[in-house]
């Protein structure tokens, strides 16, 4: 069992995360497509980490509008899979969410389907 896999190597926030933690594995596009959450979530289960950390994601959000179809893949499909073979793991997944949709206003937790 091996440490820290986090998803994405280019980002921001991946790149903020490998000087913080720079013994995590990060892996980039080339080696998971989050085109493909089933590839992602295989990737998981063969390097059964201590704990999944999600910085990968389809940012472009105008793009997003006419390419939905690869956005609601990157961006739901494939954190969906990690969720999934993380919980089948028993460890912990972290996805990082967007302050243009949670600006961090309210006191209770979200409902997955707020406006
Ligand atoms: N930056 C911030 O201050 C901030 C604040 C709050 C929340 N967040 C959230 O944190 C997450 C990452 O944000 P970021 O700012 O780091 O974004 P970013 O700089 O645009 O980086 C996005 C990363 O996702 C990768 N990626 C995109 N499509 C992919 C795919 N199909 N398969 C594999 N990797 C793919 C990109 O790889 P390539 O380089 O290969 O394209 C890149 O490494 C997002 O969910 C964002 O909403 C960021």
Redesign the pocket.
């Known amino acids: 069992m091996q440490g820290l896999l986090v998803?994405?190597?280019?980002?921001?926030?991946?790149r903020e995360l490998a000087a913080l933690a720079p013994d995590a594995t990060f892996v980039?596009?080339d080696r998971?497509?989050?085109?493909d959450p089933a590839a992602c979530a295989a990737l998981i289960r063969a390097a059964r980490p201590r704990a999944v950390i999600n910085?990968?994601?389809?940012?472009a959000v105008d793009r997003a509008e006419t390419d939905a179809e690869?956005a609601r893949l990157?961006?739901a499909e494939a954190p969906a899979a990690m969720a999934r073979a993380c919980a089948d793991l028993g460890i912990p997944f972290l996805h990082?969410?967007?302050?243009?949709v949670f600006d961090g206003s309210g006191d209770q937790p979200r409902a997955e389907d707020a406006p």
């Open positions: 998803f994405g190597r280019t980002g921001q926030v991946a980039g596009r998971a497509n989050l085109t910085a990968a994601a389809y940012t690869t990157v961006n990082i969410s967007t302050d243009y």
